[in-house]
Structures are given as structure tokens and as C-alpha cells.
């Protein structure tokens, strides 16, 4: 993999009147990564997104996407970007086509539908209204748009919250082949094995801060040579296992 700096997050500060939402992020990733923002509810991981994705202002500090200076080149730096919002919801009647040619709009571009959608498996949905949609279909449908515009960086923000264990694992190969093909993905989840099998690289964010940083497998080396001791002895498998054997690994909601 190669080690070129795609976002650089130095000091960053967010403060809501007297919430330190953000009290002093940095951190870099690098090109063609996943990287996995991790850390409890209210942490500041999506207010940290959001400010890379000029969606929010920031109070101080210094955000560097592609090249670019936040400050400076907003509207060059939405051009590099692909954003999936948390659950997002789209104009339920319309369908996925009527959708998607609304994007391609708003982006300037034109794309195929077909090949779009064929990334994520709703290629025969086109014609589906949005709300007649499951909600793995909802999410995969969401990741796609974040492909319209062929952007360099993804943005995720807790992409497989809600969908059953199936549809998490078809969404992680959808994430492995969006940064196969060369995209730079930036995620967020509460799922731990989730970022363990998916990140190449996490930040552990608590209170607005970080506080680790590094592959999922150097932070787990490094708390068992700490001394860490796993009280429950460990099973071959585990209640998901069970749930898989039992109900197959294939998508369930088409
Ligand atoms: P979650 O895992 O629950 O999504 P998070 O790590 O993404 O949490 P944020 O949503 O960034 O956390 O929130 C960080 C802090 O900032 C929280 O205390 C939250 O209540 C506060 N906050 C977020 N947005 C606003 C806002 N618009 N106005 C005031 N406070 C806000």
C-alpha cells in the first residue's frame, strides 16, 4: 500500500456553546486505506466527519483532503469526496433511477444506472420506488451514491448499523471492493468486529480525542502484552455463528 497522506486532520477543535464536541483531533490517512473511526456515542466521530466534509464549520485547526485546504478549497475538495450521511433517507416515491439521474444532476455528471447500481447488487431495482426498499437495500442503495461522482475519498458513517449479519457481510466485500478499485474509504461503526476484519488502520476516539491509533491487530498485540486476560474462555463459536449455519450467508432481502 502505498503511504501518500489523502486527509490530514491536524489540531481540530469543535466546540457547540460549551460542548467540546472535537477538543483536538489529528490524525492521517492514507491513500487507499480503510480507516475506521472508532468510539462510544457522542465521542465527535461524526462531527469530525462532517467538518472534513465541509458540512459542518469548525472552530480551529487545520483539515487538508487531497491536497487541499479545507479553509481554502471547500468546493475542490466536495469534488474528491463521496458522502454517505447517517441513515440517510431520500425522496421516498421517486425510484432508484429517477434518484440517481437527480444526483448525476446535482453533481454535473453522467453515469450509468445500470453500471452504478450493478456495484451494489440492486442492479434489477431500478425501477423500484425508494420506499419499497429493505433496509440493507437502503444501505447498499446509499453507498452507491456516494459513487456517482467517482470520488477519490468514501465517507461512511455507521453503513451497517441495523442490517442483520448477512447483509453486514455482504456490505464489508461491497466496502473491500469500493477501495480495491481504489478508493480511499473512511468509516465509522460501533461493530468492533466489523473494524478488526475491515480497517487497515483505526482512531479510538473518546471525549472529542484521540486516544489510539494504529492497526486493529497492533492494538490487540499491544493490550495483551499489557498483560490483558480474557476472563470467559473462548469458544470455537460464537450466537452469530449459530445464526449463519442456520440461515445461510447469502443476501436475504432481495
Ligand atoms: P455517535 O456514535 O452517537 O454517532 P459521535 O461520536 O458521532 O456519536 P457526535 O455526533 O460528533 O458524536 O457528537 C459529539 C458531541 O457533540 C455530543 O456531545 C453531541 O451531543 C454534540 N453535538 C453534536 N452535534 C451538535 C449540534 N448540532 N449542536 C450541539 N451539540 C452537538
Redo the contacts with the bound molecule.
Keep these: 500500500m502505498s503511504k501518500n497522506p489523502i486527509i490530514e486532520v491536524k489540531n481540530l477543535v469543535k466546540h457547540?456553546?460549551d460542548?467540546k464536541?472535537v477538543d483536538g483531533i489529528s490524525f492521517t490517512v492514507f491513500e487507499g486505506e480503510i480507516f475506521g473511526l472508532l468510539?462510544?456515542?457522542?465521542?465527535?466521530?461524526?462531527?469530525?466527519l462532517e467538518i472534513i466534509e465541509s458540512l459542518r464549520e469548525k472552530t480551529s485547526g487545520e483539515v487538508i483532503v487531497a491536497g487541499y485546504q479545507l479553509e481554502s478549497h471547500a468546493d475542490e475538495i466536495k469534488q474528491q469526496i463521496g458522502v454517505q450521511l447517517?441513515a440517510a433517507n431520500y425522496y421516498p416515491a421517486l425510484t432508484l433511477n429517477e434518484l440517481l439521474d437527480m444526483f448525476a444532476g446535482l453533481y454535473n455528471v453522467v453515469i450509468d444506472n445500470h453500471d452504478i447500481l450493478s456495484r451494489v447488487g440492486l442492479e434489477t431495482r431500478g425501477k423500484a420506488k425508494y420506499k419499497e426498499l429493505s433496509g440493507g437495500q437502503k444501505q447498499r442503495f446509499s453507498i452507491a451514491t456516494t459513487l456517482i461522482n467517482q470520488p477519490k475519498i468514501v465517507f461512511l458513517d455507521?453503513p451497517t448499523t441495523g442490517l442483520d449479519p448477512q447483509a453486514r457481510r455482504n456490505l464489508w466485500e461491497l466496502i473491500k471492493d469500493i477501495r480495491q478499485k481504489g478508493t480511499t474509504v473512511v468509516i465509522?461503526t460501533?461493530y468492533m468486529d466489523e473494524a478488526e476484519i475491515l480497517c487497515d488502520r483505526v482512531a479510538i476516539?473518546e471525549k472529542?480525542k484521540v486516544i489510539a491509533i494504529d492497526s486493529p491487530l497492533a492494538l490487540i498485540d499491544k493490550l495483551i502484552a499489557s498483560g490483558f486476560d480474557r476472563k470467559k474462555p473462548v469458544k470455537q463459536a460464537n450466537l452469530e455463528d449459530v445464526f449463519l449455519s442456520l440461515t445461510g450467508y447469502e443476501w436475504r432481502d432481495e
Design positions: 457547540y456553546q460542548i464536541a468510539g462510544p456515542n457522542g465521542a465527535g466521530k461524526t462531527t469530525t447517517q455507521e465509522t460501533h476516539v472529542g
